[in-house]
């Protein structure tokens, strides 16, 4: 086991939210991926309890935000934080695209490896699982339906059926 870290507070630009997933120790939650905003360094944030977060607290990608993190006990991936999800504040607005990302570009460009074999390199050597690479060359793109798995699909909802703590969804009103 590694033993945790103080808890400590960051600035991150979420790029990455994923899909929230039903975990039995935290419920529903998601994990988000992005940068450190001062080092320009890969951080994954997990467990986000995204829907039961309070509405000041809800973020968007490429919205910085401030929160309490250490690490984790069960993950020694250099990237992976725990996070304090009461102490997840909203600092600003979702950074811009215009004028070709002026203010999404001194944070996102310096993350940028040189290749997929740095990126194959660096997973081997420590273990880091969150890159990006500038493809010298895009040669083709797929893309293709995928087909559900109608099993996985019964066992979530046999799983979700008999965990209590997953009330409604909270309905937020813009306008």
Not at 31 to 37: H, N, R, S, T
Not at 101 to 110: D, F, G, Q, T
Not at 145 to 162: I, L, M, N, S
């Amino acid at each position: 086991m590694i033993a945790l870290s103080e808890p400590h507070e960051i600035d991150f630009l979420p790029l990455v939210k994923a899909y929230p997933a039903l975990s039995r120790r935290y419920g529903e939650v998601s994990c988000i991926a992005g940068l450190d905003m001062k080092t320009s360094e890969w951080i994954r944030l997990y467990p986000v309890p995204f829907r039961t977060l309070e509405d000041a607290q809800q973020f968007r990608k490429y919205q910085p935000i401030r929160a309490k993190v250490q690490r984790p006990r069960d993950d020694r991936r250099p990237e992976s934080w725990r996070v304090d999800a009461e102490s997840i504040e909203v600092v600003g607005p979702a950074l811009s695209v215009e004028h070709e990302w002026a203010a999404r570009r001194p944070i996102v460009e310096p993350a940028i490896g040189e290749s997929m074999c740095a990126v194959r390199k660096a997973q081997k050597e420590n273990g880091t699982s969150l890159q990006m690479f500038r493809p010298r060359e895009v040669l083709e793109l797929i893309i293709e339906d995928a087909e559900p798995d109608p099993e996985k699909g019964r066992q979530a909802e046999d799983w979700g059926d008999r965990t209590p703590f997953i009330g409604p969804p909270r309905v937020r009103v813009r306008g």
